[in-house]
């Protein structure tokens, strides 16, 4: 029960954590395309984040969509091109441009990934790569807690400390059909957030995540890094 309750306290702070300021790079998860529909993904990373100067560049996997522990491209997700292919179309439409190519330039695609904590490793990856020392995560409402404790946990593993933000969906359509989790099962997202919930203290049990106290160690004292 004690998980439980520190799972509600992390999703309750990660659901309000938006910057109030510019973030070097907006990262957005790999979903499915009734994951997307249900939170407006693609508008909000255009509309309420990118054109609002709230972010510097975006940035996703690179996979073509291919499951875990598949190669079947499309199979887990949509794949990256279509990620692209969706946001230079908003852009254009924003900023009333014919844009082609953004990739190298506004879209930058991380390394081949997965699942969450491959995604979270790609991610840091390439933030020391480039430099880049904030980050906003974008996914569905119910990803947070598991999300931004992977993320802490690579930032650890790979020693590249940053500040991030849960930058989360203005609304949820808690009742829009979708594919779950690696396109395996049918399902809505009221139904997704015990589902993932179990997940997040799988993760934490295995290692693949930071625990709840590093969690709310590192949001506490997150303005301090970097100084």
Not at 71 to 95: F, K, M
Not at 97 to 105: E, H, M, P, Y
Request: proline fraction near 4%; charge should be positive; include cysteine.
């Amino acid at each position: 029960m004690e998980r439980f309750e520190e799972l509600v306290r992390a999703n309750q702070m990660l659901l309000t954590d938006w910057p109030k300021k510019e973030v070097d790079v907006l990262y957005v998860f790999e979903l499915s395309e009734g994951m997307v529909k249900s939170g407006k993904i693609f508008d909000v990373v255009i509309d309420d984040i990118y054109s609002k100067g709230l972010a510097r560049h975006i940035a996703f996997n690179s996979s073509k969509g291919e499951r875990y522990g598949g190669h079947v491209p499309g199979e887990g997700w949509p794949g990256s091109q279509w990620y692209i292919d969706n946001l230079t179309e908003r852009y254009n439409r924003a900023y009333d441009r014919l844009s082609k190519n953004l990739v190298g330039k506004i879209f930058f695609l991380t390394e081949f990934a997965c699942h969450t904590k491959q995604e979270t490793d790609s991610l840091i990856k390439l933030m020391k790569e480039k430099q880049w020392r904030s980050v906003g995560l974008l996914t569905v409402a119910y990803h947070y807690p598991r999300a931004f404790m992977c993320l802490i946990k690579s930032m650890n593993t790979l020693d590249y400390p940053v500040k991030a933000y849960a930058m989360s969906p203005k609304t949820t359509n808690w009742w829009q059909p979708m594919k779950g989790s690696q396109r395996i099962e049918d399902t809505i997202p009221f139904n997704e957030c015990i589902k993932d919930s179990r997940k997040t203290l799988e993760y934490i049990e295995k290692g693949f995540s930071c625990n709840f106290d590093e969690l709310f160690h590192y949001l506490f004292n997150r303005t301090k890094l970097l100084r």
